[in-house]
C-alpha cells in the first residue's frame, strides 16, 4: 500500500522561508500529477500548486503566487514546496496529494485522489 508523507514545516517569522516535502512510498511518483493544499484555522481547504504529469505544467493560487516554488525530485521519489517571504495569512496545515488521472490535482476534498498524506504544519510568527 504506497503513502505519501509531508515534512518540513515548523514556526518562521515573517518573510521567512521554509521548504516542504511530499514523499512517496510504495509507488513512483512519476506517474502521477501532484497537487500542495493547505488549511487555515478556521478555513476550508484551498489548493496552492499543482504539477501535471501529462505536461509538467506548474499551477499557483493567486495567494501563492511569486513566492511559492512546486518542483519534484523523481530519484528522491519526493515534490516540494519552497515557500519564501511567508506571511501572517500563510499559517496552516499543508497537505500533499497525488493522483495519476486527476488533472491538475485542486479539489475541496482530499479523499478523491489516490493518495493524500496527513499534513505538516507551518506557523508563522515574529
Known amino acids: 500500500q504506497g503513502q505519501v508523507v509531508e515534512s518540513g514545516g515548523g514556526v518562521v517569522p515573517p518573510g521567512g522561508s521554509l521548504r516542504l516535502s511530499c514523499t512517496a512510498s510504495g509507488f513512483s511518483l512519476d506517474g502521477y500529477s501532484i497537487g500542495w493544499f493547505r488549511r487555515a484555522p478556521g478555513k476550508g481547504l484551498e489548493g496552492i500548486s499543482s504539477f501535471s504529469k501529462f505536461d509538467q505544467t506548474t499551477r499557483y493560487s493567486d495567494s501563492v503566487k511569486g513566492r511559492f516554488t512546486i518542483s519534484r525530485d523523481i530519484a528522491k521519489n519526493t515534490v516540494y514546496l519552497q515557500m519564501h517571504n511567508l506571511s501572517p495569512e500563510d499559517p496552516g496545515i499543508y497537505y500533499c496529494?497525488?493522483?495519476?488521472?486527476?488533472?491538475?490535482?485542486?479539489?475541496?476534498?482530499?479523499?478523491?485522489?489516490?493518495?493524500w498524506g496527513q499534513g505538516t504544519q507551518v506557523t508563522v510568527s515574529s
Open positions: 496529494a497525488a493522483d495519476q488521472g486527476v488533472d491538475p490535482v485542486i479539489a475541496s476534498d482530499l479523499s478523491i485522489f489516490d493518495y
